[in-house]
């Protein structure tokens, strides 16, 4: 693997040379390139070696710092994503994994079940998390949602809405209102959530209520648009 690291306090050639030998010379490191002009030093190495080990390195050099690169940073963004989202992420894959497991001893697999389940689970579970406090979802829901900007009391209605939903796809598998409904009630949320952002606005999504700190993103919308598409798949096999 190989990874690119700025360099500080590099001045020259002879730097350079110390810096690249310090690297060398460190268990794991296959090739060191370092450079003096945008100061960098491009590492081959065995497998990952921390930070602070190449630091050692370096500071028996001479007065160097090395730090990570872009790519460095965007792992570290890639990772703090990942922290960011975790619950969400889990709860989607558990919902998932669930609903995937209730098609075991079914004769074949379908599809439109599963999403049935899926949908019921999906609800069941997002309508939980907005009721444990139904107050501060209904606060971040407002700042965000085209209906809640105009009339508050819809963060109050909207998780018992989502309850609904989710008894519905349990109790009347492939009712066709059922999918209607969602469709209507998924397409205005998804609404609010593109404005907030592609204004970038830097708000808390109340998907999981106020539970979970979650930002706004994209996610929001793959997560409304998936209510959304799968509804609309259920709806055309009634049709």
């Not at 809640?148 to 209605?157: D, S």
């Not at 809405?161 to 492939?174: N, Q, T, W």
């Amino acid at each position: 693997m190989t990874h690119t690291y700025n360099i500080s306090g590099m001045t020259c050639k002879s730097c350079v040379a110390k810096v690249k030998s310090r690297l060398l010379s460190t268990a794991g490191v296959e090739q060191a390139e370092v450079q003096l002009e945008a100061p960098q030093a491009t590492i081959t190495m065995q497998k990952h070696i921390e930070l602070e080990k190449l630091q050692e390195s370096v500071k028996q050099a001479g007065n160097y710092t090395i730090a990570e690169a872009d790519g460095g940073m965007k792992q570290a963004a890639t990772l703090s994503w990942l922290t960011t989202y975790k619950p969400l992420l889990l709860i989607v894959a558990y919902i998932t994994g669930v609903t995937l497991l209730l098609q075991v001893n079914r004769p074949s697999f379908s599809m439109v079940i599963w999403m049935q389940h899926f949908m019921a689970a999906f609800f069941l579970v997002f309508s939980f998390f907005k009721l444990l406090d139904i107050k501060a979802f209904a606060g971040s829901y407002a700042m965000y949602d085209v209906i809640a900007k105009k009339w508050y009391g819809w963060g109050y209605v909207y998780p018992f809405a989502e309850l609904a939903i989710g008894i519905a796809y349990l109790i009347f598998p492939g009712y066709l209102l059922t999918n209607i409904v969602t469709i209507s009630i998924m397409s205005v949320s998804i609404a609010g959530v593109l404005q907030a952002v592609i204004a970038k606005r830097k708000i808390q999504c109340a998907c999981l209520g106020a539970v979970f700190n979650l930002p706004m993103s994209s996610i929001t919308i793959i997560e409304d648009g998936l209510m959304i598409g799968m509804s609309s798949i259920m709806v055309f096999t009634m049709i």
